[in-house]
């Protein structure tokens, strides 16, 4: 069965760095755009970054707060997407989880989640 596999989360101190993975086997990689999201204690889930599938040309957006901070990639051959995150604040403390979804039927796959924290 499909999944979605994160890893890289931890404690950082206040403009440090972390380079968040999410691998997935089974998938048909390059038919799916992916996508970070987080969510803080009490807070909704929001999107960080998302990048579109080759076939649409990969294109990359992010969210106002981590735009020039954060960095999302994927390597198709490795069916990995990743999110480098520098300059961290306080308020980058949350889980993050990265999704997938279909080109074809618009289905989603979400992982189960990294947290990173962010604190001095």
């Known amino acids: 069965q499909a999944q979605l596999v994160e890893s890289g989360g931890g404690l950082v101190q206040p403009g440090g760095s972390l380079r968040l993975s999410c691998a997935a086997p089974?998938?048909?990689?390059?038919?799916?755009?992916m996508s970070w999201y987080r969510q803080a204690p009490g807070k909704e889930r929001e999107l960080v970054a998302a990048?579109?599938?080759?076939?649409?040309?990969?294109?990359?957006n992010y969210a106002g707060s981590v735009q020039g901070r954060f960095t999302i990639s994927r390597d198709n051959a490795k069916n990995t997407v990743f999110l480098q995150m520098n300059s961290l604040k306080v308020e980058d403390t949350a889980v993050y989880y990265c999704?997938?979804?279909?080109?074809?039927?618009?289905?989603?796959?979400w992982g189960q989640g990294t947290q990173v924290t962010v604190s001095s």
């Open positions: 089974g998938f048909t990689f390059s038919t799916y755009s």
């Open positions: 990048i579109a599938p080759p076939p649409a040309g990969g294109s990359t």
């Open positions: 999704k997938a979804r279909s080109i074809w039927n618009n289905r989603d796959y």
